[in-house]
């Protein structure tokens, strides 16, 4: 007899989806709100005063975040992290890292966050078992950092973030997430890299990409990893190193005269999807195989109607079987053409 809500068995028999990729990540949006107004992800001009958010209702709960991620890792996934929009503006969010730090099979907890509540968090956060905390940073400039945020943020605040984050001692260390557009930060990279060079903090570039339907995409604005990796070498020499694990979307470089190591994320030119083991779950509920999703799947209702774990667990894994996603690999294939994606606020990065 099937009992409600009975744990199920893990199996090695994880599902992978049609192009032979399983599920080892869990992306969750806890948040659809954010503190920032970055033109590429969120602009003031379409999420103002009287953009219409999720209502805290409509958003999952702690428990029903805790018990999907508990179900998810029966199939196979390892690795959480919390997004958002900004996962900071969630109460009580060091509770939830508690929560799922105790959950069987979860070997890698961590954040992405804009930082500019991280100074006040870090600590809590870490004492609650998250083992690493990337923060988005897209320039050290005052002035253009506060116009990228779209006018809602301070570059000392931050920069706070950051240091907190290192005195807190993450296991898994802290890393700088940053978008590049031509002729809007590129010529600031090479401040990034030498400002936290030798300080154990990782600096990734990420290749301005087409997320959502409100930024403006062009490709021209688009600068080539291969491009900064040349002009970062120029100056720190750099050696190639291979990838920690199967799938990591960034590629790694080391300087080779021991000062740590840069990353560099490459979707536009050179597109990872082939090794894809990531799932995001919107705050709302709904679970999307790929960041350039059109739609998605309804578990809040699931969840809310009185799901048993058994139809719960079947329904990630028929979603996961039917997965064929491998957008960034189609893009030079539709010769421009765009489809009408999810918001990158709404299911994180």
């Not at 005269?257 to 840069?262: R, V, W």
């Amino acid at each position: 007899m099937t009992l409600l809500n009975a744990q199920p068995e893990a199996s090695t028999a994880w599902p992978l989806d049609r192009h032979g990729r399983p599920m080892h990540d869990l992306r969750i949006s806890v948040m659809d709100r954010c503190n920032f107004r970055c033109p590429y992800c969120m602009p003031e001009s379409t999420y103002g005063e009287h953009f219409t958010f999720l209502r805290n209702d409509e958003r999952l709960n702690f428990d029903e975040i805790e018990r999907l991620c508990r179900l998810a890792a029966t199939l196979g996934v390892s690795k959480l992290r919390l997004t958002g929009g900004e996962p900071l503006l969630r109460p009580q969010l060091a509770e939830l890292v508690t929560r799922l730090r105790r959950l069987d099979g979860i070997t890698d907890l961590a954040m992405t966050t804009n930082g500019v509540l991280l100074a006040r968090h870090a600590r809590e956060l870490r004492e609650a078992g998250l083992d690493r905390i990337t923060v988005s940073l897209d320039t050290l400039d005052p002035a253009l950092f506060h116009r990228m945020s779209g006018g809602r943020g301070a570059l000392d605040d931050v920069m706070a973030g950051i240091e907190a984050a290192r005195e807190a001692g993450f296991p898994h260390g802290v890393k700088l997430n940053t978008v590049v557009q031509r002729d809007v930060n590129e010529h600031t990279v090479t401040d990034l890299v030498e400002r936290f060079r030798g300080t154990g903090i990782v600096v990734r570039f990420i290749e301005y990409m087409d997320v959502g339907n409100h930024n403006a995409w062009r490709a021209d604005d688009v600068v080539p990893s291969q491009v900064l990796i040349e002009r970062i070498h120029a100056r720190w020499p750099l050696q190639a190193i291979p990838p920690k694990y199967p799938g990591e979307v960034a590629t790694r470089y080391r300087f080779v005269d021991g000062a740590g190591e840069i990353g560099m994320i490459s979707s536009i030119s050179q597109p990872f999807c082939g090794g894809c083991s990531r799932a995001r779950l919107s705050s709302e509920g709904r679970l999307y195989t790929c960041l350039f999703a059109t739609g998605g799947t309804d578990l809040r209702g699931l969840l809310r109607d009185g799901a048993s774990d058994e139809t719960i667990v079947d329904c990630l894994r028929e979603v996961w079987l039917r997965r064929s996603d491998r957008y960034s690999e189609e893009r030079a294939e539709r010769h421009g053409r765009r489809k009408h994606k999810i918001e990158m606020h709404y299911i994180g990065g």
